[in-house]
Structure formats: structure tokens, C-alpha cells
């Protein structure tokens, strides 16, 4: 059941497990109760845990994207690319050209940095010079959940009812299935 408009304020505990989530909606607070529960909320689920004396080393990594619109005479890759000295990656989206790269570490700030904007697209035009964007660039950044050694954690936590997908850190997208499949594995037994 997909619940829309809601938003956890917290786990409760009880008798050494989770006895419920406590959720916000439009009509009031409501406590949501079930068997298990999986926490899978990136670089948020070490905030969420800490009430329960849980620590988790997941920690906020910033990252960056620009997506510039494509005139029809552009020259740009049409298939994923890596730069991997510059650690940006290139996807093309149609008319539209997604970059995406950088880390910064500035807690859970999501304010966007102009200076690392620039760069992804500096270094765009110079592997791209006949790009020829059809307007302006479109920014966004977001938190990558990011772990020391980079592997997640996908499993039970030290609570027997709660489980844990999260610290996928640049790899969310690429590795949320087979997660997804790992967890409920792992739960059924």
C-alpha cells in the first residue's frame, strides 16, 4: 500500500523490537504497525536510528547533476559514459544530456554550489565541443548514503524485526533491485 502525503516522524520500540512507525499525514498522526520493517531511507536512516541507540556509518555524500537540453545538431554521446579522472558520468535522456559527478561532504546541506555546477559543465564542453545545448543547463543535487568501505548494509539490524537497505552510496538506482531481492531473501528465511 503506497501511502502518499505521509511522512515518518519516527520507530517506536517496544519490548526489544519495533512496535510500530509513527507517521504524519493530512488528517493527523497515525502509528503504522506491521511483522517487519525495513528502513531504506539513504543517507537518513542513521537519523531515524539514532532515538533507538542504533549508530550506523552512513553518511551524506553530496552530489550533482546537470541536465542540458540538446539542439538537434548536437554531438553527444548517445550511450552511458565515465570520465573516470574527473569521476563524472554522462547519460543521454532523449533530447537531454544528464552529467552527474562530484562528492562533497557537507553534512545534509542541499544547497547547490555554483562552483561545482561550473565544473561539470566546463568539463562537458571540453570533451563535448560541438554540444550544442538548446538552453539552459537545469541543476540538482542530492545526498548519496555513503558507507567507509562502500558496501551497503542489506539485512537485519540488531533489532530481530528490523531490517536495513541503505549505504548504496553513487549505486542506488543500479543496485536497487537486486537489494530489493537480497532483503526480502534474507527475510523469508
Not at 173 to 188: I, K, P, Y
Request: charged share 15%; with cysteine.
Amino acid at each position: 500500500k503506497f501511502r502518499y502525503g505521509t511522512t515518518v516522524i519516527r520507530l517506536t520500540q517496544s519490548a526489544g523490537s519495533i512496535s510500530g512507525v509513527l507517521v504524519e499525514t493530512p488528517v493527523g498522526d497515525e502509528i503504522l504497525t506491521a511483522d517487519a520493517y525495513v528502513l531504506a531511507l539513504g543517507s537518513y536512516t542513521p537519523l531515524a536510528l539514532r532515538p533507538l541507540g542504533i549508530r550506523l556509518p552512513v553518511y551524506p555524500a553530496k552530489g550533482y547533476s546537470a541536465t542540458i537540453p540538446l539542439s538537434d545538431d548536437s554531438v553527444a554521446p548517445t550511450v552511458a559514459m565515465t570520465d573516470d579522472g574527473h569521476k563524472i558520468v554522462f547519460s543521454r535522456l532523449g533530447q537531454r544530456l544528464r552529467v552527474a559527478g562530484t562528492a562533497e561532504f557537507n553534512g545534509y546541506n542541499t544547497e547547490l554550489n555554483a562552483v561545482r555546477c561550473q565544473a561539470l559543465i566546463t568539463r562537458t564542453k571540453q570533451l563535448f565541443p560541438e554540444l550544442h545545448p538548446a538552453g539552459e543547463p537545469e541543476f540538482w543535487c542530492g545526498l548519496r548514503p555513503s558507507t567507509p568501505s562502500n558496501v551497503p548494509f542489506i539485512g537485519r539490524a540488531s533489532l530481530p524485526n528490523l531490517f536495513l537497505n541503505t549505504g548504496h552510496g553513487t549505486l542506488g538506482w543500479t543496485m536497487a533491485c537486486g537489494s530489493g531481492r537480497v532483503l526480502a531473501d534474507r527475510m523469508s528465511g
